[in-house]
C-alpha cells in the first residue's frame, strides 16, 4: 500500500464514494411494503431507540419536528407506530413501532440482505474478497458511529 492509501482524508473520500454508489443502488430497487426513505428512516430509528418522543427522534434524525410528526402520521396511519400517553408526563405522548411496523422493517431489510447476497454470490468476488467485506461490516459501523 502508498502512503495515499493510508491518508484518512483519501480513505474517507474513498469510502465515502463507494458506499455511497452502493446505498443509492440497494435504495433504488423496490420492496415490497411501500415505506418511503423517511417513513424507513424514522421507522428504523424508532425501533432501535425504543419508545420515545416525536420530538426526540426529530432531534436525532436532525429534521423539523413537523416533517418528523408528517412521518410519524403516515406510519400511525398504516398501523405501523403506536403513539400513547407518557407514564411519566401526561402532557407528551410515546410512540413505538407495532408488530405490523417491525414486520415492514424485517421484510424491507430480508429483501435488501437477499438483493446484496445474490450481488456477492455467482463468483463475482472470490472467497477472500468475501471475507474482506465480512470483516468491514463492523469496521463501518464503528466509524459510524464516530460521525
Known amino acids: 500500500m502508498s502512503d495515499r492509501?493510508?491518508?484518512?482524508e483519501a480513505v474517507a473520500s474513498a469510502l465515502l464514494a463507494s458506499i455511497g454508489v452502493l446505498l443509492?443502488?440497494?435504495r433504488q430497487v423496490p420492496v415490497?411494503?411501500?415505506?418511503?426513505?423517511?417513513?424507513?428512516?424514522?421507522?428504523?430509528?424508532l425501533d432501535r431507540s425504543g419508545p420515545t418522543?416525536?420530538?426526540?427522534?426529530?432531534?436525532?434524525?436532525q429534521i423539523t419536528a413537523q416533517a418528523m410528526g408528517a412521518t410519524l402520521g403516515a406510519l400511525r396511519t398504516r398501523g405501523l407506530v403506536e403513539r400513547r400517553p407518557d407514564p411519566?408526563?401526561?402532557r407528551r405522548a410515546v410512540l413505538t413501532v407495532t408488530d405490523a411496523g417491525r414486520?415492514?422493517?424485517?421484510?424491507?431489510?430480508n429483501a435488501r440482505a437477499e438483493l446484496l447476497g445474490r450481488a456477492l454470490t455467482g463468483g463475482t468476488f472470490t472467497?477472500?474478497?468475501?471475507?474482506?467485506?465480512?470483516?468491514?461490516a463492523p469496521l463501518l459501523e464503528r466509524l459510524a458511529q464516530k460521525i
Open 24 to 26: 443509492r443502488r440497494v
Open 32 to 45: 415490497e411494503g411501500g415505506l418511503t426513505m423517511p417513513e424507513r428512516a424514522a421507522l428504523a430509528q
Open 103 to 109: 414486520q415492514a422493517l424485517r421484510n424491507k431489510r
Open 127 to 136: 472467497p477472500t474478497e468475501l471475507e474482506q467485506l465480512a470483516a468491514a
Open 88 to 90: 411519566e408526563d401526561g
Open 53 to 61: 418522543t416525536s420530538s426526540a427522534l426529530a432531534r436525532d434524525a
Open 5 to 8: 492509501d493510508l491518508d484518512p
